[in-house]
């Protein structure tokens, strides 16, 4: 990501803060940001590396009162119906980090000067081909593959591709958006 950030960079000019990104290498948990600065603070696809207490209470901090904290995921549930969900072996079951929809609203409420402002699911239409399928697995596209041995892996991928039904495949990919606010003042 950062070489791409930094290529990206070098294609919008001469830094002059018109398109220039400046990286800020942190946690997520101790953001290098003064208090109260910020009007928006998002996660996409990674709140589950996270501490998530520590992360919604760091991204409370550097909010401006009314800033939004956006969060988009993928639960267990969601994760479990994808083509890696259904079809590869212990997928499902080697990916435990991801959060439910329940216990992402309690933590939001259970975060002090944080609201919760609404959810949406996302579906997208996906398809894909057995060798850009392989090229995934194979180079980690998803985290989770790398929380299994480099042997359980071939063995893994060989078995996806016995159980997948055809050389083409289709499913429906989804992700939840939750999205909080800062409060103004002290109260909940």
Same mark, same amino acid.
């Given at each position: 990501?950062?070489?791409?950030?930094?290529?990206?960079?070098?294609?919008? =000019?001469?830094?002059?803060?018109?398109?220039?990104? #400046?990286?800020?290498?942190?946690?997520?948990?101790?953001?290098?940001?003064?208090?109260?600065?910020?009007?928006?603070?998002?996660?996409?696809?990674?709140?589950?590396?996270?501490?998530?207490?520590?992360?919604? #209470?760091?991204?409370?901090?550097?909010?401006?009162?009314? =800033?939004?904290?956006?969060?988009?995921?993928?639960?267990?549930?969601?994760?479990?119906?994808?083509?890696? =969900?259904?079809?590869?072996?212990?997928?499902?079951?080697?990916?435990?980090?991801?959060?439910?929809?329940?216990?992402?609203?309690?933590?939001?409420?259970?975060?002090?000067?944080?609201?919760?402002?609404?959810?949406?699911?996302?579906?997208?239409?996906?398809?894909?081909?057995?060798?850009?399928?392989?090229?995934?697995?194979?180079?980690?596209?998803?985290?989770?593959? #790398?929380?299994?041995?480099?042997?359980?892996?071939?063995?893994?991928?060989?078995?996806?591709?016995?159980?997948?039904?055809?050389?083409?495949?289709?499913?429906?990919?989804?992700?939840?958006?939750?999205?909080?606010?800062?409060?103004? =003042?002290?109260?909940?």
């Amino acid at each position: 990501m950062l070489t791409e950030l930094a290529a990206g960079n070098h294609r919008s =000019g001469d830094g002059d803060g018109d398109g220039w990104v #400046a990286p800020l290498r942190s946690t997520a948990e101790a953001l290098p940001i003064r208090s109260a600065q910020l009007d928006l603070v998002t996660a996409f696809n990674s709140v589950h590396h996270f501490d998530l207490r520590r992360f919604l #209470a760091e991204a409370r901090r550097v909010l401006r009162p009314g =800033g939004q904290l956006v969060v988009y995921t993928r639960t267990p549930e969601q994760n479990a119906r994808t083509v890696w =969900g259904r079809y590869f072996p212990g997928f499902v079951e080697h990916e435990r980090r991801l959060h439910s929809k329940p216990a992402l609203r309690a933590a939001i409420r259970q975060t002090r000067g944080l609201r919760l402002a609404g959810t949406k699911t996302f579906r997208h239409t996906r398809s894909s081909t057995r060798q850009r399928l392989a090229i995934q697995a194979e180079g980690h596209h998803y985290s989770t593959f #790398a929380l299994y041995s480099p042997d359980e892996l071939q063995a893994a991928i060989a078995a996806f591709f016995a159980r997948l039904p055809s050389a083409g495949v289709s499913w429906v990919d989804e992700h939840l958006m939750v999205v909080a606010r800062r409060s103004h =003042g002290t109260e909940r």
